[in-house]
């Protein structure tokens, strides 16, 4: 399980920074900005679902296109990879995507006693996520995604700033040694689900896939996986229920991850999608093995 747990980390990766979408030219431009600044500091990172919180506070170094985490791990586009030991793909497609989101005109504020810009993002005439940039260095200082109701569901927000990069980050993780995934030709998951397209998919363990899909805006990972496989963090995860079907479901404070098996195949989604999100792209997914009747009986009956 070794392997799966460093395709995980790599899913989160790919969350983490995004490549930027074609949604809105000037947003892709602070996004393409952002994604190559210098800045540290510490960040607090909050997601709310059905009224549960999580929350954490992580130390974050970025600059050149990479982040580190806690001083212990550097993140980038299609990478991860700590002081000994890494994940990288071998192709990351950044490809723009349609017009789903629209922006309105950028807002002079202040964050942290710092000159910033504010973009919102709307989909449809829904507020769907609201960032902040500063001014000097391009770096995110704030981002707010909210879900269907038009609820806060994620906030991140940095809590001490500055606008540079510390030396150690530029020099962490050089000489780990990387296992490479190459692309698979062999994909049975959907070119496009709920409008996340398809970007790349590489060869997983047990003789699965690990697809990567993305908006512009939020994108997930979908691991297929053969036989039943046991994943640690979801021993605890309760269930919950989508489009009629029950999932295990695990909220951590920068993503969510669900699980589910169908037949001989175990599947597992790591993203940052909303919760409204979430449930359209399931519809879209091999679903899990629908309950029996006496099964449906017992549910109707006991909960």
Known sequence: MRRLAALIALAVALVVLPAAGAFADELADYLEAAEQADYSGRQLVVTIVEGSTT??????????????????????????????????????????????????????????????????????????????????????????????????????????????ASPTMKTMGRDAEVEILMTSATVDLPQSAAGYLRQDAYVGPNDGVHAFYSDGLFSFSVFDLSGDVDVDEFDTAPRFEANGYEYHRLVTPSDMWVKWERGDHTYLLVGDLPPDHLEDVLTELPRPQGLNFFQRMWKGLFG
Do not use: C, K
């Open 55 to 164: 929350a954490e506070i992580y130390d974050v170094d970025h600059g050149g296109g990479v982040m580190m985490v806690d001083d212990d791990t550097i993140v980038g586009a299609g990478s991860v990879r700590d002081e000994s030991e890494g994940v990288e793909v071998s192709e990351w497609n950044s490809d723009t995507m349609g017009p789903r989101y629209n922006t309105a005109d950028p807002t002079p504020v202040m964050r942290l006693g710092r000159d910033a810009v504010q973009i919102d993002v709307f989909e449809d005439e829904l507020l769907r996520a609201r960032m902040v940039f500063d001014t000097e260095s391009s770096a995110p200082m704030m981002t707010q995604v909210f879900d269907g109701s038009g609820q806060v569901f994620r906030w991140s927000s940095m809590l001490d700033f500055s606008p540079t």
